[in-house]
């Protein structure tokens, strides 16, 4: 492990002096806050206009598209969690799988990710501190290391990128095909 991501590591992982406020705030942050963003996204697919919907769809088929990312980037390195090499402190149960890169990271990154390319901003302004935020409870409770959560950030930008890309490109193409056609000029004399 690179000395600059163990030095990353051993100043974020929650340790036995680390406040218990902090330690609740980054459990409720890990496993909560998924579940509240859940509820902010549904309400606004509820309320929204037409283009808000579709920015909300894609940013759920961002996510997904990210987690099969992660499924894929976990087979092809299987990389130990912290715990598993004795490392700092877990303080949450988890099992011994791979932990690179971090699946809630990149969902979360995704989300942000998706909401701005979708221009709604404040929601999109909320997606980046809470993706922030869940890249940090991930290495403060020793679940994840610095590079787990880094590439699980990259992975869920990148997914929601292409995404956005993908369906831009479709749209274009279904405006084109169904543009009326250009009337045909007269010659002048």
Known sequence: MPPLELALFEAINAGPSTAPLVIAGARWISLQLPLAMGGVLLAGFMLGS????????????????AWV???MLRQWVPAP???QLGMGMQWVEHAARSGFPSMHTAGAFALAAALALGRMRPLALLGW??????????????VHFPADVAT????????????????????????RHH????PAQQPTS
């Open 50 to 65: 037409t283009a808000q919907r579709r920015t909300l769809l894609l940013a759920a088929a961002s996510m997904a598209l």
């Open 69 to 71: 990312a992660v499924q």
């Open 81 to 83: 969690r912290p715990a």
């Open 129 to 142: 501190v809470v993706a922030i935020a869940m890249a940090w409870s991930r290495v403060s409770l020793g």
């Open 152 to 175: 699980g950030a990259l992975t869920g930008v990148v997914s929601a990128w292409g995404l956005h890309a993908a369906a831009s490109e479709l749209q274009r193409r279904k405006t």
């Open 179 to 182: 543009a009326p056609p250009l």
